[in-house]
């Protein structure tokens, strides 16, 4: 089932997401405009998928021998008002595709 789900933001402001929503999710969670109100914010959410990213980055350039001149990483990220940010196989599904591009002469 879709709904409105409601994250917050590092500033306090909200953002409105349709995110898709278990039918057994707690209704505890729905917020005065009947919007589910998020169990996290939209950062703390999205942080392991930064960190997860950084690993990715790290186990390939780490590994010995040629390596390419340029890494680029693509994905998609799916936000639920229980579980919080989630990467997705298809891009269909995702609320973000994100796309990432490091190069081996830039030092970071």
């Known amino acids: ?26 209704v505890g969670y ?10 996290s914010s939209l950062g703390d959410a999205t942080r392991a998928i930064g960190a997860a990213m950084s690993d990715m980055v790290r186990s390939f350039l780490d590994v010995p021998g040629p390596r390419p001149n340029e890494l680029e990483i693509e994905f998609s990220v799916q936000l639920s ?8 196989k298809s891009s269909e599904d995702g609320h973000f595709h994100i796309k990432a591009t490091w190069d081996r002469n830039t030092v970071y």
């Open 1 to 26: 089932m879709r709904e409105v789900s409601r994250f917050r933001l590092s500033d306090g402001s909200v953002v409105n997401m349709e995110v898709d929503v278990d039918d057994a999710l707690d």
């Open 30 to 39: 729905r917020d005065v405009t009947g919007s589910y109100e998020a169990r």
């Open 81 to 88: 008002a229980e579980s919080g940010a989630t990467i997705v």
